[in-house]
């Protein structure tokens, strides 16, 4: 059964056990998670055989900036500009998902006189990925 975009939560925290808060006024957000293939084919094989290397995840969130968003958008700059601790819960129907300890990558606010002030936020996996 699919499950509505909007349903998606997106939370962060300092520590692995949380508390985690809500990160405010996203309305992209994407989660990739990779793994890179070890090519372990001998001679006497005929088809290619491979083994899982190291795993990786990205997360990349970009929404209306809120700077009054203390415990959300700020924390993550925080972390970024501190290099401190940054756990993210990545949840896609708002209550199960996944949960991995991030370094902040990029945080870029932009603004146009036509419009509203917005953020882009990339975020780069530091350690496993977890279910939540």
């Known amino acids: 059964m699919a499950i509505s975009g909007k349903t998606l939560v997106v939370k962060v925290g300092a520590a692995q056990a949380g508390p985690f808060t809500l990160v405010s006024e996203l309305k992209d957000a994407s989660f990739s998670q ?26 990349s969130l970009s929404g209306f900036y809120a700077p009054t968003d203390t415990n959300g958008q700020v924390a993550i700059r925080n972390a970024w500009l501190n290099d401190t601790p940054l756990f993210i ?9 996944f949960q991995q300890e991030v370094k902040v990558s990029k945080f870029d606010i932009k603004a146009s006189a036509s419009g509203v002030a917005e953020v882009s936020i990339e975020l780069e996996g530091n350690g496993a990925i977890t279910a939540v």
């Open 34 to 59: 990779s793994g890179a293939n070890q090519d372990v084919s001998t001679f006497d094989v005929d088809w290619m055989k491979r083994i899982q290397g190291l795993k990786d995840g990205s997360f």
């Open 89 to 97: 819960q990545y949840l896609p129907n708002a209550t199960a998902g």
